[in-house]
C-alpha cells in the first residue's frame, strides 16, 4: 500500500509494549495499520456515491464499527458519518433566522482556469482539481461581494449537511471575540477566571488569550505520537467527547475529568509556541455556557444563526454531558458555511439580517496573534503547501492569519473556510480525504487566495 508521509512514519511507529491491543503477550500492532483492517475504512467509493442513498447493509457496517478513529481513516464509511453524524451521537440544533434569502449567482468562468502544481500529477485547472478522484472533493463554493462566482458539488448535493471538523473553532473563536468587545470577557485573566471548575489545576497558570491561540505550554498537543497512543491526553478528550472507555483503564471519562488531569510541558512556557489542542475549545466552549447562562448552542443561535438567513439549521453533536462539540462536529451546507463566512465580509447583508461580526472584532482577531509563537510550526508550514503562502499568525482559534489579512482554519480529511474581509472574499471546501493509500494532499486553498486576489487586484 502506498501510503502518504504521515502514514509512513505511522507504520514505523510501534506503540510500546503498555499499549498493545490485546494481550499482554501480544505484540503492539499500530493503530493505524490495524483500524485500515476495519471494514469500511479503505477508500473504495467514490466521493459522488454520498450523493446517492447508502444501501441498509452498508448503514449498518457503518453504525457497527462507529467510532472515531475508523471516522479518522477518511474511507468508506466516512462518507457516510461526514453527512449523517446526527445518527451517531446526540445532536443540538441552532435554528437560522425566519427569513431565508438565496445567495446570488454570478459565475465566472475564468475562475476554473487557474491552476496548481501538484506533486503527482503536474498543473491542473481548478475545475480538474475538484473533479479529479484522488482529491476527494464533495463540495467547493467561492463568494466576491455577496454572489457564488464558482461553486461545484462533486461529492454531495447542494441540500446535505457535511462535517465541518475543526473549521468549527472558528464558531467559538468569534463568540468569545464578542464577548470581548463587549467587556464580558478580559483575555488577560486566567482561564479559570471564567472556569472555575478547572480551579487549583493547569489551568490557572494560563490567559484566556493562551488558550485562543492555542500558546499553552500544555502536554496536550496533537501531534502524530499523542494520536497514535491510545492513552495520550488528546485520545483521551476525544474518547471522553464520544462516549468512548479510556484505553488503560475501562473507564468513562468526562472532558472535564482529562482536563483536570492536564500537565505542562517542561520546556514550554506558556504564550511561546502554538501547539494545537481540541481540549483548548471545548474548555472556551464551557467558559461561553458559564458566562451566557445557557448551552453553546442556544448562544450560537442567538449571536450568529439565528440573525442569517441561512436554508438548514446548523446542527452540533454533544459529548455524553450535553456540551456541544464545536471543536469540529459541526454540520451545515455547504452554501450555508459560506453564509456564515460572509458575515466577516462588506457584504455580510447577503447572509443576514443585521450585522453579526463588527469591524472591532475583526481587528481584534487579525491583531492579537503573535507571529513568534507560529513562525516554523508544523500550522505555517501547512499553510505553504495548502494555501500556498505562509501564514504569519493564528489567532481566536483560526490556524492562519495571512499578512494580507485574510483568515482561514482548517478541519481534518479536508475541510477549509477562507475569509478575507479586505477583498469581500469567502472560499470554502467539504472532503473526505484521507492521509493514506496515495490520498491527502490539499490544494483547495490556493484556488481560493488566487481567485481572492484575481477578483479583488485586478
Known sequence: MKLKAIALLASTLM???????????????????????????????????????????????ARANFNNFHWQMGGDHALYYHKSMNEFMPTAIASPNEMYKPLVKAINPELSKLTVNKQAKGELTMDEYLADPAFRTQGFM????????????????????????????????????????????????????????????????????????????????????????????????????????????GKLESWADVAKDTEKKADEPAGTRFSYASMNTIVLTKMIENLEGTTFSQVFEDRVWGKMTARQPALFNQTPDGMAIAVGLMLTTVEDMARYGMLYTPSWEAAATEPVVSQAVIDRILTSGDPKTHTNTTKQKSSVSAAGEASVSQSYQFDFIFEDGAMAKSGNLGQYIYVDPNRDFVGVVFSTNPYHSGYGEFKAPTFMRQAAKLLADK
Not at 494481550?23 to 454520498?50: H, I, Q, R, W, Y
Not at 464558531?171 to 470577557?185: M, P, S, Y
Not at 497558570?205 to 491510545?230: K, Q
Open 142 to 249: 467561492l463568494i466576491h461581494e455577496g454572489k457564488i462566482v464558482y461553486e461545484a458539488y462533486p461529492g454531495m448535493k447542494p441540500t446535505d449537511r457535511h462535517v465541518w471538523a475543526s473549521a468549527a473553532k472558528t464558531t467559538v473563536g468569534l463568540i468569545v471575540a464578542q464577548l470581548v468587545e463587549e467587556g464580558k470577557v478580559d483575555p488577560s485573566k486566567p482561564m479559570t477566571a471564567y472556569v472555575p471548575e478547572l480551579k487549583n489545576t493547569v489551568w490557572d497558570d494560563v490567559t484566556v488569550l493562551d488558550v485562543l491561540n492555542h500558546t499553552t505550554g500544555f502536554d496536550n498537543e496533537e501531534t502524530l505520537e499523542s494520536v497514535l497512543n491510545p492513552d495520550s491526553p488528546v485520545v483521551r478528550f476525544f474518547a471522553s467527547a464520544f462516549g468512548s472507555p479510556r484505553f488503560s483503564t
Open 15 to 61: 506503540l510500546p509494549a503498555s499499549y498493545a491491543f490485546s494481550s499482554s503477550d501480544a505484540v503492539a500492532e499500530n493503530p493505524v495499520e490495524a483500524a485500515l483492517k476495519a471494514e469500511g475504512a479503505l477508500v473504495t467509493l467514490p466521493v459522488e456515491a454520498a450523493k446517492d442513498g447508502f444501501a441498509p447493509e452498508f448503514v449498518d457496517a
